[in-house]
């Protein structure tokens, strides 16, 4: 096994590079790059703040660089593209960026003027809060309840659980937010719920538990627009799962043999048929403390990695952008790696030691 993970560890290394590589030459054609959005900028402002992109902003006189109609001449032009580093080929850009983001040096935010890992940091606590909550509900609620449809496949329980399941799934997460919040968010019913950010205004005067209740309040509505979708998907794959198991012979053996249907259930069919769900574990934990979701985040005004994401490419905040996929694409390959060997702790049959 310490060959097969060698050899993955080292076949991420091509791939993050190539991705990366893409995605810089990608950058490269799209237009309206930071230059041109701030000499844009430039025309409505009498002074205008420059990331350098090594941590500090450079305020500079609207005269000093836009002369009206005249624009730009040659040699201001050169100088402000040299503050974003365009005035080197791209191919010597690219391997700079890459030698820094090798030590996770990400740089400045364009847009933001920040660090760009601090400016990561101070958006994870609403992905981490979504995905995190979102993630145990599914894999708390979908393994029971897909083991009891499995058991009692095609009762009423069965089949009025099944539409529910479906009806959600069909239904869109932002088409679901919007619904919760004219329902209980005080659109045109009730108003019980928050529709605003992660805590109140008066957190910091609440006591722990309330403190608790407010955090838990303000994220009943987002989580169960993040949720729903990701529970049939969970709990039909755990149904479908169980009764291909139930169905084998081995458990018709065991029946045989006198033993009860929850020991057939619990000490047979269960360690075989929750495989691939424990399998997709690893990945699905490690990415819910990351990602985020645009539309949610957006319509409950929570500032996290989904709308920073959106922000970095509209405003074409390059550092914020590569950095960041950078990042994640490094998570995803570790969360892949986990995953698959996960299949070998959880089933012992398999084995990699005979994979070239």
């Known amino acids: 096994m310490a060959a097969y993970i060698l050899r993955r560890i080292l076949l ?24 041109e959005r701030l000499l844009a900028e430039i025309e409505g402002h009498s002074t205008t703040g420059l990331s350098t992109g090594k941590g500090e902003v450079r305020i500079m006189p609207k005269g000093d660089i836009y002369q009206g109609a005249q624009g730009l001449d040659n040699e201001k032009m050169e100088k402000l593209r040299a503050l974003y580093g365009f005035d080197k080929p791209p191919a ?3 391997l700079t960026m890459m030698k820094n983001f090798l030590v996770f040096d990400f740089g400045t935010s364009y847009y933001h003027h920040k660090s760009v890992v601090s400016l990561v940091i101070s958006k994870l606590p609403v992905s981490m809060s979504l995905g995190l909550w979102t993630f145990l509900i599914v894999y708390l609620t979908c393994i029971p309840l897909g083991i009891y449809k499995a058991v009692h496949d095609g009762s009423r329980v069965d089949v009025i659980s099944s539409t529910f399941i479906l009806i959600g799934y069909a239904i869109p997460g932002f088409v679901l937010a919007i619904l919760l919040i ?6 045109s019913f009730w108003n019980i719920f928050p529709l605003r950010g992660l805590v109140s205004d008066n957190w910091s005067e609440l006591s722990l538990i309330g403190k608790i209740l407010d955090y838990l309040w303000h994220m009943v509505l987002p989580i169960t627009s993040s949720a729903v979708g990701s529970l049939a998907v969970m709990t039909l794959l755990t149904k479908n799962s169980f009764i291909e198991e139930i169905r ?31 399998t997709g574990f690893p990945g699905s934990f490690i990415t819910a403390f990351f990602t985020g979701s645009l539309l949610i985040e957006t319509i409950f005004s929570l500032d996290g990695m989904g709308l920073l994401a959106y922000e970095s490419v509209m405003n074409r905040d390059y550092p914020v952008v590569l950095a960041t996929l950078y990042f994640f694409t490094i998570i995803g390959l570790i969360s892949r790696l986990l995953s698959d060997l996960s299949y070998v702790l959880v089933d012992p049959r398999i084995t990699f030691e005979s994979v070239d």
């Open 182 to 187: 004219v329902l209980f968010g005080g659109g």
């Open 248 to 278: 084998k012979q081995y458990v018709t053996t065991a029946r045989a043999k006198g033993l009860n249907e929850n020991q057939v259930l619990y000490k047979h069919v269960f360690r075989n048929a929750i495989i691939p769900i424990i």
């Open 12 to 35: 991420m290394i091509p791939t993050l590079f190539g991705i990366m590589l893409v995605t810089f030459i990608v950058t490269q054609f799209v237009p309206g790059g930071p230059v």
């Open 92 to 94: 010597e850009r690219f």
